[in-house]
């Protein structure tokens, strides 16, 4: 390149700042005057970094494919020759645009899901979430009067869509939350700003959430760590988890865990206990010869007899929780710590609640000599201890009011026996003979209230919870949007697959 050149390219790229410059101050100035029209000026006072938007809805980010239809021009002989820009460009836009499409047609509910519908709005407020606080994009939006007819828009330039795909595939689990909540809520008092014929509200109702409302989130993120970190109540955490249970949803667990593989665990967790781990058994009784040093006259044997323990929450507001802590207070083989609420005092259910212990004697015969009462090398339970017990809730923070109990099996048997013991306990709050009978009366409920669906197979027969999410990606695709999905997409179903599809 000459010097003159070189010049004229580099005016060009100052013209292009200066132009990009202006465009944006046309575009910021604009996005104020719209949410000065809505005297929803606090849309430019939110942090968007208040939360972390992590990179595990689940979902993967890989192109989608290419359309075959591009434009073209002419030659001088006529021949139809295709214009490399325009074709890359168009190239570009379709494969953004069925990205968008494709991503939002994996949300929906099945068909006959009576929360089809419902499951419509909540991605249409979580697409409102995303364009709400981009300024070239509220400036669009303008031109529209919903979701459907701006996504519908076949004609969209490349830089439009990829700020769309690029607002709606970031959006943290705490603006899923926040989308949830728009569509859900029946308090429609409060700031607010419109976005494509959609309420986007400033702040969170605060209401309680029916338990079919956690799919719609599920749905969107597959993360069930990630999901924890926008309950704010053990209740909410207890409503989640007994939703992710009961729908059979594969979620995944990056840290914490709801599916620990014990056989019991799930109808524990089900009745409403939060544990924070369900550790394997390790061994609870050994004796060791140890060399107690020149100055003894021999070796020491020692003798340790451990404990098995669990760290759970339970809720306030459960009368039932009260009951099966009451149940675990009366049964022979466990100790029981607990408080209730961050200002409550601790209560025991023996004077010492203790892990281990240990006895010494000169010989190992001489170790059944001396009681264990006597003891004074005891691990007792602590009073902070119970701070274990709180579950991790809004923001990775822990929930401190709840009724934290920290439960020792002084008994035989391993974890899993221990898990069984309090499975029976439960069944005792319940009032049923076994496991499956617990799961019945916890499930029966929420399937009489429609917050759990069944689907009946005719053929074989059988009953089965219905998926959160349409099992036929293409049909999916086909309602949503009107119009089947390009052949080459539909030719290759596994770009739909979902990341946590390996977990």
Request: glycine share 6%; net charge negative; aromatic share 10%.
């Given at each position: ?233 053990v209740d909410e955490v207890i409503a989640m988890t007994r939703y992710t249970l009961f729908s059979q949803t594969p ?56 404990n098995l323990s669990l760290y759970g929450a339970l809720s306030l507001n459960d009368a039932k929780a009260q009951a ?180």
């Amino acid at each position: 390149m000459d010097f003159g050149h070189k010049a004229f390219w580099e005016s060009l790229v100052k013209k292009r700042a200066e132009v990009e410059r202006f465009l944006y101050y046309v575009e910021t100035r604009a996005y104020q005057l719209i949410l000065q029209a809505q005297n929803a000026l606090w849309v430019l006072d939110r942090d968007p970094d208040v939360h972390e938007s992590g990179d595990c809805s689940g979902y993967d980010d890989e192109s989608l494919g290419r359309d075959a239809s591009f434009h073209s021009i002419e030659s001088d002989r006529g021949a139809a020759i295709e214009d490399p820009l325009e074709a890359v460009l168009r190239e570009k836009s379709v494969e953004f645009l069925e990205k968008i499409r494709s991503r939002l047609a994996r949300y929906c509910a099945p068909s006959v899901s009576r929360y089809h519908d419902e499951r419509l709005e909540v991605i249409y407020a979580y697409v409102r979430r995303g364009i709400f606080t981009e300024p070239a994009l509220m400036f669009l939006s303008q031109s529209y009067d919903s979701v459907m007819a701006l996504l519908g828009d076949d004609n969209l330039d490349l830089v439009t869509l990829e700020k769309i795909w690029n607002a709606v595939k970031t959006l943290c689990v705490h603006d899923i939350r926040d989308a949830v909540d728009d569509v859900l809520r029946t308090n429609d008092e409060g700031d607010y700003v419109m976005v494509l014929g959609g309420k986007v509200f400033k702040e969170a109702s605060g209401e309680e959430w029916p338990l079919h409302a956690w799919g719609h989130m599920m749905a969107i993120y597959h993360c069930y760590s990630c999901l924890r970190t926008t309950c704010k109540t053990v209740d909410e955490v207890i409503a989640m988890t007994r939703y992710t249970l009961f729908s059979q949803t594969p979620l995944s667990q990056s840290y914490l865990k709801y599916d620990y593989g014990f056989d019991g665990a799930k109808e524990l967790i089900l009745a409403g206990f939060i544990p924070s781990d369900i550790p394997l058994s390790s061994p609870r009784h050994s004796i060791i010869c140890t060399d107690s040093g020149s100055q003894s006259f021999g070796p020491m044997w020692e003798e340790t007899k451990r404990n098995l323990s669990l760290y759970g929450a339970l809720s306030l507001n459960d009368a039932k929780a009260q009951a099966f802590v009451n149940g675990c207070i009366r049964h022979p083989d466990l100790m029981v710590m607990l408080r209730k609420g961050a200002d409550g005092r601790v209560i025991r259910s023996r004077p010492v609640v203790w892990t281990s212990r240990k006895r010494h004697a000169r010989s190992r015969s001489a170790l059944a000599s001396v009681p264990w009462e006597k003891t004074r090398a005891v691990v007792r339970c602590e009073d902070d201890d119970l701070e274990e017990a709180q579950p991790s809730g809004w923001s990775h923070e822990k929930i401190a009011d709840c009724l934290m109990v920290v439960l020792v099996d002084g008994g035989e048997g391993n974890m899993g026996d221990f898990v069984r013991k309090l499975v029976e306990i439960w069944c005792q709050v319940y009032h049923v003979k076994e496991k499956k009978e617990l799961y019945c009366a916890l499930e029966t409920p929420f399937i009489e209230a429609g917050e759990l669906e069944q689907c009946t197979c005719g053929r074989h027969e059988i009953t089965f919870t219905l998926p959160i999410m349409h099992g036929d990606v293409m049909s999916a695709y086909e309602s949503l949007w009107g119009t089947p999905p390009p052949p080459w997409l539909a030719e290759n179903p596994n770009r739909f697959r979902l990341a946590t599809d390996s977990f």
